[in-house]
């Protein structure tokens, strides 16, 4: 059927096509069912709404579609209803645990892209990769098809390296501080991030608070070509489109199936171009790799994935079992780096972890002798050199260089919990952090989240301060407060555990 395209003033998250409730009945259209707009050589799919919002004859777009296709106000294009996806058949067959061949994967991961598959499909494929998993083959089918349907970066000034943690330890702001060190000793860093997706501020949410994340890769490449390094959100580029998409999927269920993350976060690297790379697995108790038996299966599956990719991989095996830094949240975070990029001094954990990993990179990247990376990336710290740098990459996505860490907004509605009893901090609850910083309105809203004043194994009195939620409403502020309560966060024991009487 002849449509006539009215670009309607709203963003659903998705590609939505409002048809009109006459013409859906004469094309046997039914709401979510998938449609198939011609224009031209062109063909894109959407997710049907029925409304006589729109005329007999016209067919309204959600400005999502905009951001991927162009299509003009009035332009006459032919919709028909889209058969069912191929890629659902293969979706089902990893359903059962079957070994899916590489056209299958490359076939579910084109039709996600072509936005074919909608959320549904999507969290059903997501959810079968968590039960069922991926070997090695498909893990490396998987990642070339991410990289492939997407742009791929160009970038000449080599070598270029790259740094990425699996995430899942709650305030992990390391990486703010490690590109701008890596980046201040000369070296290629064009890192990009995600958002949150089973924490309370992934990287893209914390450097958001900065300056801007959403560049193109046009932008990307003249920044990084010009200062070195960049702190982007890998969802604003055509860069693995469907990463962006699954994720969305794997944080409504607050999952990050192994197969997938590595796909995800190599192919990212792979269409950075990047040739050196540092994944970061953090482990502990309360993070995504408990033990490190598991930690160091995980690094063998990112080096082999990096060595079918033609990329050198590095894995880091980092202390999770407690949040990094004191705080966590997008704009507590963004405060805290800041401001430990600027005197060169922070809480012992950010530190250490940042320069550890630079230290890493540094020696990878042959501007320090094996052993002395970690030496040379404290001084570039301490020497303020790497906050100069952070300024330029602020400077050059768009924000405000000279930004104070004072001037970051934060929540206003607060609550301080204090030590119940005197004791020792014996265990910090990584899900319970993430979990009240969530309740207080993380990542969405900015100002949101917690500050820490203890950490495993420090001394408190009764009475002390153990750690203050933010929020940007009361609302948020009690849930944060019930779940903080339900929770127990912070485990307080004296040196008598516990005493068994003779009962
Ligand atoms: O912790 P969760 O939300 O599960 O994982 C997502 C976070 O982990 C990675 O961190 P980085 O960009 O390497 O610093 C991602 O980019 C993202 O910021
Ligand atoms: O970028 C990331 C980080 C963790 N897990 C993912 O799937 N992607």
Same mark, same amino acid.
């Given at each position: 059927?002849?449509?006539?395209?009215?670009?309607?003033?709203?963003?659903?998250?998705?590609?939505?096509?409002?048809?009109?409730?006459?013409?859906?009945?004469?094309?046997?259209?039914?709401?979510?069912?998938?449609?198939?707009?011609?224009?031209?050589?062109?063909?894109?799919?959407?997710?049907?709404?029925?409304?006589?919002?729109?005329?007999?004859g016209e067919i309204g777009l959600?400005?999502?579609?905009?951001?991927?296709?162009?299509?003009?106000?009035?332009?006459?294009?032919?919709?028909?209803?889209?058969?069912?996806?191929?890629?659902?058949?293969?979706?089902?067959?990893?359903?059962?645990?079957?070994?899916?061949?590489?056209?299958?994967?490359?076939?579910?991961?084109?039709?996600?892209?072509?936005?074919?598959?909608?959320?549904?499909?999507?969290?059903?494929?997501?959810?079968?990769?968590?039960?069922?998993?991926?070997?090695?083959?498909? %893990?490396?089918a998987l990642t070339v098809a991410?990289?492939?349907?997407?742009?791929?970066?160009?970038?000449?000034?080599?070598?270029?390296?790259?740094?990425?943690? %699996?995430?899942?330890?709650?305030?992990?702001?390391?990486?703010?501080?490690?590109?701008?060190?890596?980046?201040?000793?000369?070296?290629?860093?064009?890192?990009?991030?995600?958002?949150?997706?089973?924490?309370?501020?992934?990287?893209?949410?914390?450097?958001?608070?900065?300056?801007?994340?959403?560049?193109?890769?046009?932008?990307?490449?003249?920044?990084?070509?010009?200062?070195?390094?960049?702190?982007?959100?890998?969802?604003?580029?055509?860069?693995?489109?469907?990463?962006?998409?699954?994720?969305?999927?794997?944080?409504?269920?607050?999952?990050?199936?192994?197969?997938?993350?590595?796909?995800?976060?190599?192919?990212?690297?792979?269409?950075?171009?990047?040739?050196?790379?540092? %994944?970061?697995?953090?482990?502990?108790?309360?993070?995504?790799?408990?033990?490190?038996?598991?930690?160091?299966?995980?690094?063998?599956?990112? %080096?082999?994935?990096?060595?079918?990719?033609?990329?050198?991989?590095?894995?880091?095996?980092?202390?999770?079992?407690?949040?990094?830094?004191?705080?966590?949240?997008?704009?507590?975070?963004?405060?805290?780096?800041?401001?430990?990029?600027?005197?060169?001094?922070?809480?012992?954990?950010?530190?250490?972890?940042?320069?550890?990993?630079?230290?890493?990179?540094?020696?990878?990247?042959?501007?320090?002798?094996?052993?002395?990376?970690?030496?040379?990336?404290?001084?570039?710290?301490?020497?303020?050199?790497?906050?100069?740098?952070?300024?330029?990459?602020?400077?050059?996505?768009?924000?405000?260089?000279?930004?104070?860490?004072?001037?970051?907004?934060?929540?206003?509605?607060?609550?301080?919990?204090?030590?119940?009893?005197?004791?020792?901090?014996?265990?910090?609850?990584?899900?319970?952090?993430?979990?009240?910083?969530?309740?207080?309105?993380?990542?969405?809203?900015?100002?949101?989240?917690?500050?820490?004043?203890?950490?495993?194994?420090?001394?408190?009195?009764?009475?002390?301060?153990?750690?203050?939620?933010?929020?940007?409403?009361?609302?948020?502020?009690?849930?944060?407060?019930?779940?903080?309560?339900?929770?127990?966060?912070?485990?307080?024991?004296?040196?008598?555990?516990?005493?068994?009487?003779?009962?």
């Amino acid at each position: 059927m002849k449509a006539k395209i009215r670009i309607l003033d709203v963003y659903t998250g998705r590609f939505t096509v409002v048809i009109n409730e006459n013409d859906a009945k004469k094309v046997k259209l039914h709401p979510e069912d998938l449609v198939k707009i011609e224009s031209g050589k062109k063909t894109v799919y959407g997710d049907v709404v029925i409304s006589n919002m729109v005329e007999e004859g016209e067919i309204g777009l959600s400005k999502d579609i905009l951001q991927v296709h162009s299509f003009s106000q009035g332009e006459i294009v032919n919709i028909a209803p889209a058969g069912t996806p191929e890629s659902i058949r293969y979706i089902k067959k990893k359903m059962h645990g079957e070994k899916l061949r590489k056209v299958e994967i490359e076939s579910i991961i084109k039709d996600i892209v072509d936005r074919k598959l909608r959320e549904i499909e999507i969290s059903a494929f997501v959810t079968a990769l968590e039960i069922n998993g991926l070997d090695m083959d498909e %893990i490396a089918a998987l990642t070339v098809a991410m990289a492939e349907t997407g742009d791929m970066l160009d970038i000449d000034r080599k070598p270029i390296m790259d740094v990425h943690s %699996i995430g899942g330890v709650p305030g992990n702001k390391t990486n703010i501080l490690v590109v701008p060190i890596v980046a201040a000793a000369g070296l290629t860093i064009p890192k990009t991030s995600s958002r949150a997706i089973t924490s309370a501020a992934g990287t893209a949410d914390v450097v958001e608070v900065l300056t801007n994340v959403s560049l193109s890769l046009d932008e990307i490449k003249r920044i990084v070509e010009k200062i070195g390094a960049c702190l982007v959100w890998g969802g604003a580029l055509n860069l693995a489109p469907a990463d962006d998409i699954t994720i969305k999927a794997e944080r409504a269920l607050s999952i990050d199936p192994r197969g997938l993350m590595l796909a995800s976060i190599m192919s990212k690297k792979y269409a950075m171009g990047s040739q050196y790379i540092l %994944i970061d697995i953090p482990t502990g108790k309360g993070v995504k790799v408990e033990t490190m038996e598991e930690a160091r299966s995980l690094a063998r599956d990112f %080096i082999e994935l990096g060595k079918r990719l033609g990329q050198y991989v590095e894995v880091a095996i980092t202390y999770g079992g407690q949040p990094v830094g004191h705080t966590v949240g997008p704009a507590l975070e963004a405060k805290e780096a800041l401001q430990t990029l600027m005197t060169g001094k922070g809480p012992g954990s950010l530190v250490e972890k940042a320069t550890g990993l630079a230290g890493i990179l540094l020696e990878m990247g042959g501007v320090a002798p094996a052993g002395m990376g970690k030496k040379m990336a404290k001084e570039i710290l301490e020497s303020g050199k790497a906050y100069q740098k952070m300024r330029e990459i602020i400077e050059e996505q768009g924000g405000n260089p000279d930004i104070k860490p004072e001037e970051i907004p934060i929540g206003d509605k607060t609550y301080t919990f204090t030590a119940p009893t005197s004791g020792y901090v014996t265990f910090i609850d990584n899900k319970a952090i993430t979990g009240i910083a969530r309740a207080a309105g993380a990542p969405e809203d900015k100002g949101a989240g917690l500050e820490l004043y203890v950490k495993v194994g420090e001394k408190v009195k009764e009475g002390d301060p153990l750690f203050t939620i933010y929020a940007e409403s009361e609302a948020r502020l009690d849930q944060a407060i019930i779940y903080a309560r339900r929770t127990e966060p912070i485990r307080i024991e004296g040196m008598v555990l516990q005493r068994i009487g003779n009962i």
